[in-house]
């Protein structure tokens, strides 16, 4: 009888349990069901606030870009490219002359120093008075001061009058190069970017080193006998 009874209470368990157990599985399609849904639009939901936004953050950009532009007073042509600020041109140095019609400049190599004088002319270049094949002999020389006139293309245009002290032939030729190409921007400005890429327009820094004590120059030591 025991052994009856204890079956019949074990059948009533999985009983109970069975109908415990199916409504849970029937009402999982359901809820799942009506969560789908909420997903769904959740989903739908950035999408559709990216969409705003993304013309939102244009229009911003563009009364950003618009504010900018007139804040810096820039200006557009015709195909809609920016004609001023960064893409502005460099504005040209106005042209200096004497009473005479001349360009004057310094020009310095070593310890020369060059006062030169330009002007148009048949390309006639005058050294202390003397011409130019005079006074440097040597055509390295004088091919030094004409580097300028032929990197501007303006060989046989104009006359140079120089006068320079100081230092030796090499060093008078810089001085006198150094000297043309200055004159020679400021008769003609618009060459200056031109003359300057070839670094005619910088002073040349490079000067002779000084001599030490104990030493017989700068660096050069005496002869040492060791008997």
């Not at 104009?158 to 020679?184: F, K, M, N, P, W």
């Amino acid at each position: 009888m025991s052994d009856n009874r204890q079956s019949l209470s074990d059948l009533a368990k999985l009983t109970q349990e069975a109908e415990a157990e199916t409504p849970a599985v029937a009402e999982t399609p359901a809820a799942e069901a009506e969560t789908a849904p909420a997903e769904d639009n959740a989903a739908e939901a950035p999408a559709a606030e990216a969409e705003t936004a993304a013309p939102a953050a244009e229009t911003r950009g563009d009364d950003r870009g618009e504010r900018r532009g007139r804040d810096k007073g820039e200006d557009e042509n015709k195909d809609g490219v920016l004609t001023q600020g960064p893409q502005i041109q460099a504005i040209l140095r106005e042209q200096q002359l004497d009473k005479q019609g001349r360009a004057y400049a310094t020009g310095r190599r070593k310890d020369a120093v060059a006062r030169v004088w330009l002007k148009p002319g048949t390309g006639k270049i005058t050294v202390n008075g003397r011409d130019q094949e005079v006074y440097f002999a040597r055509p390295t020389l004088r091919l030094i001061i004409n580097q300028v006139f032929d990197v501007a293309d303006r060989v046989g245009q104009y006359d140079v009058v120089a006068t320079v002290t100081g230092g030796g032939l090499s060093g008078q030729a810089g001085a006198v190069r150094h000297g043309i190409s200055t004159a020679l921007t400021r008769y003609e400005p618009a060459l200056r970017t031109t003359v300057k890429r070839e670094g005619f327009l910088t002073r040349d820094p490079r000067v002779v080193e000084r001599k030490k004590y104990g030493r017989a120059k700068a660096r050069r030591s005496f002869q040492f006998s060791k008997r």
